[in-house]
Every structure is written in C-alpha cells, then in structure tokens.
C-alpha cells in the first residue's frame, strides 16, 4: 500500500519559515519524481515545486528564490524548505510522487502565514 504522509505544516507570521517533510512507504523512492502542490481556497490546485530521481529541480513561478524542494533517498522522505513566507502562500500543501503513468498523493498539510 502507498502512503504519503505529510508533516510540518502549521501557522507561521510573515516573513517568517517552515519545513514541509514528506515520507514516502510502498514506492521504489528513488525512482520517483516528487513534487509539492498546492491549493488554497476556491483556487484550482498548483504545482509548487518538483525533484527528478536524478535531482533535477523545477519550481512555479510564484515561489522560485524562496521555496527549496530536496529529497533523501535513504530516508525516503521529500522536503520542502519554505522562506520568506507570504499571506498568499497560504494553502494546503500536497505530496506527490509519479512514476510513469502512475501518480499517488498525500492527505496535505495547511500552511498558512498569518500575523
């Protein structure tokens, strides 16, 4: 069975960081490209950020120079390192993890960036 557990997310004062964990079980990690998604309300759901198995980075216009994703193999686990955050980053944050025509998801995180 797949599973994608999401953690670290929580309320945090503009300007301010969180650190976003993925933890990946029933998957050949290593072989996947992970991503980070998110959708706030009434908003359709948006690519943050994504990680090839070879560690090729691509992130959404929105967010490139303050988000980090990363990713240990050994730990199965994708991370997503969040800076100078925003009131509009405020959204439920999705794993997600594709292998070919396969796609799997995680339950989310809410972030939200509040003073």
């Known amino acids: 069975q797949v599973q994608l557990v999401e953690s670290g997310g929580g309320l945090v004062q503009p300007g301010g960081s969180l650190r976003l964990s993925c933890a990946a079980s029933?998957?050949?990690?290593?072989?996947?490209?992970m991503a980070w998604y998110r959708q706030a309300p009434g908003k359709q759901r948006e690519l943050v950020a994504s990680?090839?198995?070879?560690?090729?980075?691509t992130y959404g216009d929105s967010v490139t120079g303050r988000l980090t994703i990363s990713r240990d193999n050994a730990k199965n686990t994708v991370y997503l390192q969040m800076n100078t955050l925003k009131p509009e980053d405020t959204a439920v944050y999705y794993c997600?993890?594709?292998?070919?025509?396969?796609?799997?998801w995680g339950q989310g995180t809410q972030v939200t960036v509040s003073s």
């Open positions: 990680i090839t198995s070879r560690s090729r980075t």
């Open positions: 029933g998957i050949t990690f290593s072989l996947n490209t």
């Open positions: 997600n993890a594709v292998l070919g025509t396969r796609s799997y």
